[in-house]
T-cell receptor, first 116, second 109 residues
């Protein structure tokens, strides 16, 4: 068990560019979540997958954001036409998704995005 | 929708006991969780309450009252390494975990 892995750790981009982040969850976990966190705030839910199916997406999530989990393993989060307000830590988490253990999310170290 | 309220900051000294409260509003309720996050680190799971009462795990305990939509995290025998942010989180009608804004705990010697 190598934990949840996220790449890259840091991304600096210019406004208007597209960026893509990758998340590799714990191998036996069927649920994968994306959250965004800014300084002094809690993780803000973005979207969630069960296996390859995207089951929930935050109403606050702009159309510029898209996520995929094509084979039910790793996931990518793409932000198109980045804006300065997109600057944040993007966190990925995974869980087993069965009964009470559904509540135990394992987080990766995140990708810190800075939009200049 | 869901909302959670918790104090923004708490300070305490080593060896003391501190309680971090959390009140929540949610449509449907499937449990209250607590996570710890050190500066620059990832959130890590501490505890989960689905039923009323107290759950104890070492120096940390978590309490839930469903009728009051209230819970708390109790940290005993505080150590410097407990300085971190603590988040309560609820899972409501959807299956996503929604987090509060967090409580920053500062432990001094």
């Amino acid at each position: 068990d190598t934990g949840v892995s996220q790449n890259p750790r840091h991304k600096i981009t210019k406004r208007g560019q597209n960026v893509t982040f990758r998340c590799d969850p714990i191998s036996e976990h069927n649920r994968l979540y994306w959250y965004r966190q800014t300084l002094g705030q809690g993780p803000e839910f973005l979207t969630y997958f069960q296996n390859e199916a995207q089951l929930e997406k935050s109403r606050l999530l702009s159309d510029r954001f898209s996520a995929e989990r094509p084979k039910g393993s790793f996931s990518t989060l793409e932000i198109q036409r980045t804006e300065q307000g997109d600057s944040a830590m993007y966190l990925c988490a995974s869980s087993l998704g069965s009964g009470g253990s559904n509540e135990k999310l394992f987080f990766g170290s995140g990708t810190q995005l800075s939009v200049l | 929708g869901q909302s959670l309220e918790q104090p923004s900051e708490v300070t305490a000294v080593e060896g003391a006991i501190v309680q971090i409260n959390c009140t929540y509003q949610t449509s449907g309720f499937y449990g209250l969780s607590w996570y710890q996050q050190h500066d620059g680190g990832a959130p890590t799971f501490l505890s989960y309450n689905a039923l009323d009462g107290l759950e104890e795990t070492g120096r940390f305990s978590s309490f839930l009252s469903r009728s009051d939509s209230y819970g708390y995290l109790l940290l005993q025998e505080l150590q410097m390494k407990d300085s971190a942010s603590y988040f309560c989180a609820v899972r409501g009608a959807g299956t996503a975990l929604i987090f509060g804004k967090g409580t920053t705990l500062s432990v001094s010697s």
